[in-house]
Each structure stands twice: as C-alpha cells, then as structure tokens.
C-alpha cells in the first residue's frame, strides 16, 4: 500500500494541497462534505489539521439547533468525533486503519456562536490490534470549556486484500 493510499493521507494531502490557496479551507470544507456526508451535516470548518491534531468549527444555526435555541448535543458530538478522527488518521503510519468503536461526551455549557473541537491524541504502540480512547475538547469563542468527547478507536494494520493473514513482522 502506497501511503498516499491511506484515509488519513488522502486527507492530509488534501488539506496542504487546498489549504494555502484562496478559498482553499472552503474547497476542502465541500470536499469533506462530499466525502464524509454525515460529518458534512454540521459544516465543519477545519482551521488547523496536523498529523496528530486537529482544529475543527461550526458555527451555530437554525438547522443545527435543539428546542433551547443552543446547538444540539449530537452535532457537538459530530465535531468531535471529527477532530479526534482527523488528527489520528493523519497520524497513523500507512497500512493502518482506525474504526470508532465507543463514544462518550460530557457537557458543561450550552453551545452558542461558534465553537471549536481540538483533539491531540498520542498514537499508542500500533504492533499489536487494540482499542484506544482520544479525547476532543469542545471551546466556545470566550475559550470556555463546553463539553468534552472520549471516542474509542479501535486500531488495527489494514488486513491484506488476498486475505492472507499478515505477520508482525510485516509493515
């Protein structure tokens, strides 16, 4: 597998590709949505993605809300779970894939304006499969903290195509 071939790569290139150019977080904003419609249902503006870290917003609006007038539980939720993915898979060394397994979120204040969900997960030792929980911290514009997500990824090499059985000693 070339490492360009892999999710969070793809990802990566994209954003330094589109990033510096006029317009270019807009263009990669479409281009998430196109990708990962769901995600793409709260318009995330990525603001910063590094292997390893993300920065991730959105902004409040009609669609977005619950009955108090705030931003609804499950699109805090939805961001991040996309900052936490963003700044593992960009981190993750090629052959390797990540599935969400769990997601947990506590809430601290109601979510006004726009809001911001930074995840800077440490990749564990990837030579054997396991289930690691990241943690995305949701601020508001004030920088106050507004809820944070744990969402458990299960990490694993990428199984190979032929669907022989891979050797540790493989990469």
Do not use: C
């Amino acid at each position: 597998m070339a490492a360009i071939d892999s999710p969070g790569a793809k990802l990566l290139n994209a954003w330094r590709t589109l990033s510096p150019l006029p317009a270019g977080r807009w263009l990669f904003t479409q281009l998430v949505k196109w990708m990962i419609p769901y995600t793409g249902s709260v318009s995330p503006r990525v603001e910063t993605l590094e292997p390893g870290y993300a920065r991730i917003s959105i902004t409040q609006r009609r669609r977005l809300e619950q009955h108090l007038g705030s931003i609804h539980a499950i699109a805090l939720m939805n961001v991040a779970e996309f900052a936490s993915g963003a700044a593992m898979t960009t981190a993750l060394p090629a052959g390797y894939r990540g599935i969400v397994t769990k997601m947990s979120i506590e809430y601290f204040k109601k979510a006004r304006g726009t809001v911001t969900a930074e995840s800077r997960p440490k990749l564990p030792d990837l030579t054997k499969e396991g289930e690691y929980d990241f943690i995305s911290e949701i601020t508001d514009q004030k920088g106050d903290l507004i809820a944070r997500a744990t969402v458990r990824w299960k990490l694993g090499p990428v199984p190979p195509k032929d669907g022989s059985t891979r050797s540790s000693s493989a990469s």
